[in-house]
Every structure is written in structure tokens, then in C-alpha cells.
């Protein structure tokens, strides 16, 4: 293993040898594009992770001419949901720019907001999306409600996410402007309890939560001392309570800063250094132990959502939340 790494490797193992619930995880050097993970590929419940998939379809289209940031989207009644956010009590026909929705659907996790993108990019459009990036595991199939079968209606993978995430850090999502912006809105996170909460004060992290009511997630960029950032994934479900899910990512989560500063030290010290660094190829991965693939459908039932608290340039690039969803 690549200097400091093999600590991190033996320590991760076995911290998720002990993990409450199902666990997924997945971390990224953006620089090499190294990568080590537990479970990377299993298909997990996405929760609200699945609005940035909703995210990157809406800045596909503003890329294509379809409507720009300033366009207003009427609120209709079909669109409200009572899960996190104050849209679900605003009045039907009211009008939002498809900026302050962004805005809201991420920063502070607004079911409606997020309903009301979905429908006007279009949800078959927005899977046709991830599916053309590359994206096996990632798949809205509803719009966002806080009741019903919603386990199983949003649905991704930490190596989806950090397959979108990466390419947004190296400004290679959609097209440069669209990568920045995308950054931008996910630096607005007002739900930092989880991956940012015990790193140093002042990190800077652009990230999106997710909440069911056995299921916490977390995923995002992290910006170290360094230049270059890190991307990290963690996905748990079937916990035993929320607060073991946030023990566990957060301990991911300090485990992963603490060994990915020190690898960046290494790794600019040694021949991984200026023009001399190794890039290996992107399916390279440090360590990845599978499980077998997530259950069908009928294995586990149904479940509720619940709240947390509280023009452009005209190329494109596509090389590639209980009872309330958040």
C-alpha cells in the first residue's frame, strides 16, 4: 500500500468490523485517484444524497439552453411534502428561481423544493443522467414523499457518489462552470454534524446529508491543508439508533482526514511528487472487501422518512432524508 495508507486500510477494517447496521463506505484521493472502500458498490438507501443526482440534472440542462438560474417554478399543491423545510406550507402558486430551490434542496434539505426540480427536469431524465455517467446503483424513482416505500425509491452506492463528487472536485462534472457552482451550493450544507463534526475547526467541506429513520448517510469533498481534496462516502442502514450511526461516521470520518493528510504528505515528498505524480487508472482501488448485493425489494419492508434538524457556458462534458426524508 502507498505509504500511510496501510494504517488507514487496518483501521478502517476494523472499525467497520464492529459497525452497527449495514455500512458502506468509500474514500478517494482526488490527486491520484486512489481509492479504498468497505462495501463500495452495495446499493444502499440513498436518502436525501439522491438531490445530488437531482442537482446534476438541472445544471445538464441550464448547460444545454433549457431554462437558466433565474427561471421561476410555480409551486403546486402535488409538489408539497411535509417532510424538512418550510416550502410544504407555502402557498400553491408561488414562484421560486430555480437558484433559491437549489439552494434550499441542498443547504437545508427542503423536500419540496427538491420535488419541485424533479419535476421540472423530469425524473426519467434525471436517471437517464446518472446512467449515461456511469452510474450502476443511483436511481430516483419516485419524487420525494415522506410515506410509502421510500427505501427502495432512492437508492445509491458511496462508489456512485464519489463517482460524481470526484469529477465535480477536478472541475470535470458537466463542465468547469457547472463543477464550481455545484461546489459552491454544496459549501451552503447546514447539516454538519456528521463527517465535518470532528475535523479541525475551519475545514472547509462541501458535502449533502441523508436521513430515514435507520439510515444516515453522509458525502462530500474535504479540503485540507493541502491543495488538493479528498472524497469520502459513508452509507449506514439498519441501525439500531441514529446516534450509533453517528458515532460511526464520525469516527470514518477522522480516521479518514487524519490518514489522507498524512498520505498527501508522503505522497508530495516521494515520487508521487510535480509532474512526476502517478495517476493510476480510475477502477485503481486500495482495498475493497465486497458483500453480496443488496436484498430485493421484498426482503425488507417498506419505510418512512424522518427530519433532520434544522446563462452558462454551453459545452458538456459527460465523460464520463425518521419520517421525513433529509
Known sequence: MPGPLEAFQAQLGALSSHAPGR????VED???GLMTGINEAREMPAASTIKIPVMVEVFRQLVDGDFDLNTKVTLLKSDRDWGYGHLCDARV???YSVSRLLSLMIDVSDNTAANML???VGRQRINATMRE???THTRLGDVIRSEGPIRWELRSSPADMLHLLGAMAKDQLIDEW??????AILRGQRHNGLIPEPLPPGTEIA?????????LNDVGIVYGDGDDPYVIAVMTTNLPTLAAGR???????KMAYAALGKYASWRDGANFAGSDRATPPPDQQMWTPQLPAAEPPTAEPPDVATPEPSPAPKSLTLDRDAARVR
Open 207 to 215: 458535502h449533502k446529508t441523508g436521513t430515514l429513520h435507520d439510515t
Open 93 to 95: 402558486g408561488s414562484t
Open 30 to 32: 482526488v490527486a491520484t
Open 247 to 253: 458515532r460511526f461516521i464520525r469516527g470514518v470520518s
Open 133 to 135: 455517467l456511469g452510474l
Open 118 to 120: 424533479i419535476r421540472k
Open 178 to 183: 457547472s463543477s464550481r457552482e455545484m461546489v
Open 23 to 26: 455500512v458502506a463506505i468509500a
